[in-house]
């Protein structure tokens, strides 16, 4: 089992950086691979980014790459995504997922593949 709470979101200017943490605690919360999805009102869930179990590997959604990273601690079992030149259609919930390493090769960005969910965080961009 692993349990993830996300924190960090709140509402910031368009143009304005924030850091989202999510903490991952459980007997398996060393063992998977993290990731961070949204979803903004009205719209489907999106893959925003993914990191292996070790950290070496990072994916993106290439319309973020630019402006958002994704990083681990693994002594401490937390993901942070960093987000920059933040704009209002950043404004969503983001959701930390956690999955275990065997159920990817590269496809970090498919949802169904991920066992464990938070309950997300605002994040809301004013223009």
């Known amino acids: 089992q692993v349990h993830l709470a996300e924190t960090g979101g709140r509402l910031v200017q368009a143009g304005g950086s924030l850091r989202l943490s999510c903490a991952a605690s459980?007997?398996?919360?060393?063992?998977?691979?993290l990731g961070w999805f949204r979803q903004a009102p009205g719209k489907e869930r999106e893959f925003v980014a993914g990191?292996?179990?070790?950290?070496?590997?990072?994916y993106y959604t290439d319309t973020m790459k630019d402006r958002f990273a994704i990083s681990r601690d693994n002594a401490k079992n937390t993901v942070f995504l960093q987000m920059n030149r933040l704009k209002p259609e950043d404004t969503a919930v983001y959701y930390c997922?956690?999955?275990?390493?065997?159920?990817?090769?590269?496809?970090?960005?498919?949802?169904?593949?991920?066992?464990?969910w938070g309950q997300g965080t605002q994040v809301t961009v004013a223009s």
């Open positions: 997922a956690a999955g275990f390493a065997l159920n990817f090769y590269n496809n970090y960005d498919d949802a169904p593949r991920y066992n464990y």
């Open positions: 459980g007997r398996a919360a060393g063992s998977v691979a």
């Open positions: 990191i292996t179990r070790s950290g070496d590997n990072t």
